[in-house]
Structures are given as structure tokens and as C-alpha cells.
């Protein structure tokens, strides 16, 4: 008799090069809201129109989103925030790339860390707001 997989366990579809996660962490819900709307404004998400809220008290909260950056981003402007917000980034190199350049337009980063991998790359930034550190450009 033969065995299979059933189909649940199999992804539908092969990853896609152009995916990207994006965790956002040591922020406010609404400065990860005001980030990930920057994002979604220019790539399709699994997020939809969710916003992070708090989960539980004493516990950090941390939100999540996956993007796929199959396009070099269009011209953003400046966007303010409350704070700061920790963005890690990871996929492939080109996609993140897209995801940085986006976020470097429209908030003041400082890149915090890299990890290159075969055919992934991790990049950690700090974000803030242009009422913030230097303004871009």
C-alpha cells in the first residue's frame, strides 16, 4: 500500500522569493500600525487590514506580517511616529532590499544588524520618525 502526504501537509505553493517577514517589536500598536500600513500601501500582505493590538499585560508585544516585494517601491514621503520601532526583515535579498528601501523613504533607519544565508538575508533596523534623529534624504 502506498503512503502519501495528505494534501494539508504540503504547502500549496513553493515559497516565493519575493516574500518577505516583517516583525516589528519594542513599539506602540499604533507605531506598528503606521508601518505596516506604509508597507501594505505598496505590497500585497497576508496582514489585510489588521491592527496590532496588545495582548497580554507584562508580556512585549510583537506583530508580524509577511509582504511579497515583486516591484521596486514607489516614491514614499516622510511618515511620522510616536517612537521607535525594532523591524526585523527576512527573505530573499532582492525582496528585502525592496522592503528597506521603502522603509528607509518614508522613516529615519539605522540599520542594527545583517545576517546574509544562502538564499536569505536577515536585516535588523531602528526606526523613527522624521520628528526624530535626522530627517530623510
Not at 521607535?84 to 528607509?104: F, H, K, N
Not at 533596523?125 to 534623529?133: K, N, S, V, Y
Request: proline share 12%.
Amino acid at each position: 500500500m502506498n503512503h502519501t502526504e495528505p494534501s494539508a501537509a504540503r504547502p500549496p505553493h513553493p515559497p516565493s522569493p519575493d516574500l518577505v517577514q516583517v516583525v516589528l517589536a519594542e513599539c506602540s500598536a499604533a507605531d506598528a500600525d503606521t508601518v505596516f500600513d506604509v508597507l501594505r500601501a505598496q505590497f500585497p500582505s497576508d496582514r489585510g487590514d489588521d491592527v496590532p493590538g496588545h495582548k497580554e499585560p507584562g508580556r512585549p508585544d510583537v506583530w508580524t506580517g509577511g509582504f511579497l516585494a515583486g516591484h521596486s517601491p514607489e516614491p514614499s514621503p516622510g511618515v511620522l511616529l510616536a517612537g521607535t520601532v525594532t523591524a526585523d526583515l527576512q527573505g530573499g535579498p532582492v525582496a528585502v532590499a525592496r522592503i528597506r528601501a521603502l522603509l528607509e523613504q518614508a522613516f529615519v533607519a539605522q540599520a542594527k544588524g545583517t545576517v546574509s544565508g544562502d538564499q536569505e538575508v536577515q536585516v535588523q533596523l531602528r526606526l523613527t520618525g522624521a520628528d526624530e534623529g535626522q530627517p530623510p534624504g
